[in-house]
């Protein structure tokens, strides 16, 4: 075949044609080796091999995933084979699954994905069971937070698994998505999570009071139910445990006033104010209502002029040394608490600059407007053993 | 003297020597090729590796060069260069067996079986059954342990009409897989055939010390003496002078028995 410059049968090049080809061929660096011999000899696992299918194949489909479709930055590069009308099928289809995981796993229910039930949506029962089995402690928390990031895995395990979706996807942005959606679906599911509750009516807290007629110590769970904000007056009986918002209050004693929270807390004689803020919650047990007269005794409570069962009414350690009379104003609720009392104990019984605090000043401690009261206590949560419905003492 | 010496008749007449006339060799692809072919069998791939580039550079089309290349990349191990090369010289010998072998060559050493299986048969339904490419089949098959494997051997030997270079890559193919025995004989034909190349005896020598032979110190020592100071053969020799017990019975399990 003279003069030809490729063989016609079988297209070999016949005719050189200097400087239109490279010659010199492409060469390993030497750092690459170490790595591709490991490669080499791991590719002996089928694991090994699979795991490189899975990064060819995915290679392979960044040029037709939805995010390259998107022309998502840095996430991959655009792609251009793949129309809109597929694209936003794949789209529909997550958006279902994401709407289907409301409810955990019912998306993977209707697509018959049961292993993932399995793995996923049983440990999430596990998990919310235990979050309210221990509700209001901090295993229940830890177990609520186990719940929150369960439920945004198996939502975003439900969008990626979707067929359309899931053939679109490099690993990158599966992973991508996977990290993403779990960390906005966690702050969405505990906002949710929050609203469920709160529509439910039911919170907790720990019990600053001991009440033996209750089989209440301090440190308990109390289960409370919520309040209607802004009633008056509130539901909430005599010898009810209460939640409270506990103020963080500054004193003045004394004729200056001066209180070791600083210069600035310039007061009369056992007045207080608002020093700013909440110390917390918790759990107290609510002795008068508004209107009522009371007089604080180290024998028990006298209300309005009726002596009260000390066993039903303990008086706390902070005021059962001395007397004081109070007459609670409108919207003024007198709930007890042992810590509470005491804190003030461990300002020495006595004021700042050696004045001696008197019950009064901490029965003060005592009065909460209705506003601060934020539930009334339904049932003994923790411990377990001592679980059960609160008594009504009056 | 002849008598038209004086005549002027051109530049042409005065200028540079015809190559060769003066002694210096001719520096066409022949010539890289045949330095390639020589530096190879002396054991160093790299720079055979370049002189089949430089007969390239000299001619394109010398489908000697590029086949070779794609051998030598697979020498130094660098498999995925070799299977980019093998494609690109496809580009320009569509189908080519040879080529279709080293790509079979080069994913098996990669740690691809399946693949190198899949080309080893492209290769073997085309044209002309190369000794390469019969090479190549039992390589891919003595990865797969198939006993087949010795019959792809004896082909590629019968087809490269028992030239001690085919000897000396199926004794190479054998002693990869570990079937030293066999190995033993081709290797001791090529290095009996091509007692100039230092790879021939390097084998040799590493397929005696894998058997325990006693001659495999004077064999790796004839190997430095054609190539002092040849890392690989001083490695062999020191491995093998060193061998403790354990690797003496090895060795000695892996001895051919007579019968």
Redesign the interface.
Known sequence: MPGQAACFR?????????G?????????PAWK?PF?WV??????YEAFRAAERLAQGAANRTAASPFGRLGVPGLSRPADKLPWGELRLALRDAAVALLLSIVPGLSQALRRQFGAIRRYVVSWFLSLVMGILFFGQSLGAASMACVYVLHAWIATDAVIATKRFKQKMTAFESISLRLGGIALLVLLLYAAYGQVQRAMGFTAGLAGVTVPVDRVAMGDVILCRFLTAGQEPLPIKRGDLALVRVPNVLYGYGENGLHGHGENALYGHGERRAGGGYLGETVGQLIALPGDQLVVTPKGFVLNGRALDVVKFPVPASLNWESATLTLGKDEYFVTMEWRALEEEAHGGLGAGGRVVTVRVAALDCVYPGQDVLARGVMRWSPIWRRGFLKELE | MSRFENLEFGEAKRGPLKPGADGTPIRSAGYFLEQAEKLYLAGDFELA?RNY?RA??Q???E?E?WFG??RM?IEL?????AL??AD?ALE?????PDLLASKSVASG????PEKAMAYTDNALSQKGGTPYVWLARAEALLERGSATAAHCVSNAVAAGNATPRVELEAGRTLLRAGHCAPALQYLRKAATLLPQSALAWLELGRCQAALGFPETAMTLSQCLTLRPHWQPARAALERFQRRGLLSRVQSFLRRPRKG
């Open positions: 079988c297209g070999s090049l016949l005719e050189a044609k200097p239109a080809l490279e010659v010199h061929p492409p060469r390993a080796k591709r490669a080499r000899r791991m590719r002996h | 590796l580039s390239l550079e001619n394109p089309a489908y060069g290349q794609v990349l191990g660098e498999y995925e260069e980019l090369w690109k320009l010998y569509p189908e080519h050493r990669a740690g691809n």
